[in-house]
């Protein structure tokens, strides 16, 4: 076998990796009885959101901003996290009310299901978590140097040693903690997008729980934009087709979506709760 074929083999191999992992991680669903792989549903919903990113990223270009670059990164954040919130809440309901409303069979068959949206719920949780260890750790309040100095000197004893075994001890937790603290941020806002795209994967438990969620969250934001104030100053014919068009879309999308599964591969909601 030549080079050029084993590198390309590898690539493939890597590649494969790669698109399988973002796949798992970004709502990809195996064709199922309850869960088809509508390739046209998947590129309605990619082609939304890169036209919503578009019309975000021309209205910032084209209008200024109504507050600062900080307060306007902040903000950003801050919806993210609202985002995250009505979604978890979204996604403990609707998984809630499947569960209660389904026979028990299929009760059985839903919580069986729920090993992903429970371990992404983990993910997200994570990062926060890690940053919050590692700055209560850079304060000197989880491990002082005197706690160090008391712990090798109870080990090897008084000394030259023990004092400098405590100082390395030190400097490596607190570059450690730096390192995590780092780290967490783009953690944890990737585990916040991957559970706002994904819908904390409430699809793994039923194909219909998105389409059903979604639109409780773009209206939850819709209302939390208009009454925070707009983030451009745009003419206001301008700024509200704008905020208007990312519920509009989003809630016909998802109307399109459940009816082209109940027309297109037979699954409704009736017969998700095996009623």
């Known amino acids: 076998m030549s080079t050029n074929t084993t590198t390309s083999a590898n690539r493939s191999t890597s590649g494969g990796a ?10 990809g669903l195996e064709s199922t009885a309850e869960q088809a792989h509508d390739p046209l549903i998947a590129w309605m919903q990619r082609a939304r959101t890169i036209i919503g990113l578009a019309a975000a990223v021309y ?15 902040v903000g950003k954040v801050v919806e993210l996290g609202l985002a995250c919130v009505i979604l978890a809440m979204g996604s403990i309901i609707g ?12 009760r059985r068959d839903f919580a069986e299901r729920l090993h992903r949206p429970i371990i992404l719920v983990l993910m997200l949780a994570l990062g926060p978590t890690a940053m919050w260890v590692a700055i209560t750790a850079l304060q000197g309040e989880l491990v002082t140097p005197e ?13 030259f040693f023990s ?42 438990v039923h ?9 409780l969250l773009v209206w939850s934001l819709f209302a939390f934009q208009l009454f925070n104030g707009p983030d451009v100053a745009a003419p206001p014919e ?38």
Not at 147 to 157: A, H, P, W
Not at 207 to 215: M, V
């Open 95 to 106: 998984i809630t009310v499947f569960l209660s409303a389904s026979t028990r069979d299929r």
């Open 207 to 215: 194909q219909l729980l998105p389409a059903l969620i979604s639109p």
């Open 147 to 159: 706690d160090l100095r008391g712990f090798f000197s109870s080990t090897i004893g008084l000394g």
């Open 59 to 73: 209205l910032v270009m084209a209008y200024p901003l109504s507050s600062g670059g900080e307060e306007f990164i």
């Open 18 to 27: 790669l698109r399988a992992f973002f796949r798992a991680w970004a709502g």
């Open 163 to 204: 004092a400098v075994l405590g100082f390395l001890f030190l400097v490596v937790g607190w570059l450690a903690s730096v390192a995590v603290v780092i780290a967490s941020i783009p953690f944890t806002l990737f585990s916040a997008y991957t559970c706002v795209f994904t819908c904390f994967r409430a699809s793994d």
């Open 238 to 275: 301008v700024l509200y087709t704008f905020m208007l068009g990312g519920p509009l879309s989003v809630t016909a999308l998802s109307v399109w979506e459940v009816r082209r599964l109940r027309s297109r591969h037979g699954i409704t909601l009736r017969a998700a709760l095996g009623r």
